[in-house]
């Protein structure tokens, strides 16, 4: 790969990155004004049973399309004394259901309607007077920036395919033993607490594969690691906070690795139920 052709996939990568994570930021500040106060209203109202906090978190996350936000929410409530542990810890649990929203919106293929929607959303929030329609309008356009920006990164990630020496170093991520899923695990972990966004992340991971650069079950290994990659949020609100928000974090923490971990020891089995699963509902193969 000659040097216009490198600078044109980091460009490409790099570009859809910050177009994708600002994205998510328009769609979570958007939503927020719209439908911010009765959210926390929402949040605030979660009883002692868990699942109906649970409910509530998956609810919340899957709206503002951000299990962080939804967390740091509840560990800052936690802080305030306006939620009890029992109730914030129902509440992140839902957040780690509703997130998954995400990852299924990353994998329709809607790369096609990032610009109409961008158009679209523009024009309304220039000529609407009304202050909702307005943030509605935001939220749309985040949208847009999120469909586009993952255009982006799949089309630079393209010519990686052609790569030997790029699939040699990523090879060293082949989840083909124990050791090799944990370290696929680490990656992703890692990655995502830098980025601070396990939707950046599974994005990139989405990109990968859909490129074949990595197989199914590296995918599969790198999203777990993202998951856990995503607390680190949680844990940070929490610092000089509460010894309750301090709990309410850690359990964060210990839920999401405990959950990474017993995947990791079955992992095997997983990938396979999935690809069966898939198999069965769409009649191809993984």
Not at 23 to 43: D, F, N, P, T
Not at 161 to 185: D, H, I, L
Not at 237 to 252: I, Q, V
Request: glycine share 10%.
């Amino acid at each position: 790969m000659n040097s216009k052709d490198t600078m044109e996939l980091i460009f490409n990568v790099v570009g859809g990155l910050g177009i994708f994570l600002y994205g998510m930021k328009c769609i979570s500040e958007g939503m927020q004004a719209v439908a911010g106060e009765k959210l926390r209203k929402l949040i605030n109202a979660v009883t002692n049973n868990r699942f109906i906090a649970c409910g509530i978190g998956t609810l919340v996350t899957t709206i503002i399309q951000s299990s962080s936000i939804t967390t740091v929410i509840a560990v800052g409530m936690v802080n305030a004394g306006i939620m009890t542990l029992t109730q914030a810890i129902g509440v992140t649990l839902g957040a780690n259901i509703g997130t998954t929203v995400t990852a299924w919106i990353l994998v329709i293929k809607v790369g096609a309607y990032g610009l109409p929607l961008l158009g679209i959303s523009s024009i309304v929030y220039l000529f609407s007077k009304k202050e909702k329609l307005r943030y509605s309008a935001i939220a749309l356009f985040g949208l847009g920036m999120v469909f586009f920006g993952l255009e982006l990164m799949k089309d630079g990630f393209a010519p990686l395919r052609t790569m030997p020496e790029f699939q040699m170093w990523f090879s060293r991520f082949s989840p083909s033993s124990y050791f090799g899923v944990m370290r696929c695990v680490l990656a992703g972990a890692v990655l995502t607490a830098v980025v601070q966004s396990s939707s950046a992340t599974i994005g990139i991971t989405m990109g990968l594969a859909v490129n074949g650069i990595i197989d199914y079950p590296t995918a599969a290994a790198l999203v777990l690691g993202e998951n856990i990659g995503t607390t680190i949020t949680a844990w940070l609100a929490s610092l000089g906070a509460s010894t309750n928000a301090k709990r309410a974090s850690y359990a964060h923490i210990v839920f999401n690795v405990l959950g990474v971990l017993w995947i990791t020891a079955i992992f095997g089995f997983y990938t396979k139920a999935i690809e069966s699963f898939i198999f069965w509902h769409t009649g191809r193969e993984v």
